[in-house]
């Protein structure tokens, strides 16, 4: 893999957890009902988890079971197409 894109993978995971950071330090303090209505509280703990479970890896560079899957069935759609 390019160095680029490698650091550009390791920026991207940071970022991630940044977020998934600040939204557990907001559901900690019980300030996040300043920021998002109420009702959409579910929907935070939900992309909290998917948050921390996607940043070290997308930190590390590597690729879940179900990217690999994803980026096989595009390329091989690209192959079909003649591109």
Do not use: W
Request: proline share 4%.
């Amino acid at each position: 893999m390019n160095s680029s894109v490698r650091f550009h993978t390791y920026i991207r995971g940071i970022i991630l957890l940044g977020y998934a950071l600040l939204l557990l330090k907001l559901f900690l303090t019980f300030n996040l009902q300043y920021f998002i209505a109420p009702r959409m509280n579910g929907y935070l703990y939900f992309a909290l988890g998917i948050f921390l479970l996607l940043g070290p890896f997308r930190s590390s560079g590597e690729h879940l079971p179900m990217q690999r899957l994803i980026l096989v069935i595009v390329k091989d759609m690209n192959c079909r197409e003649g591109r």
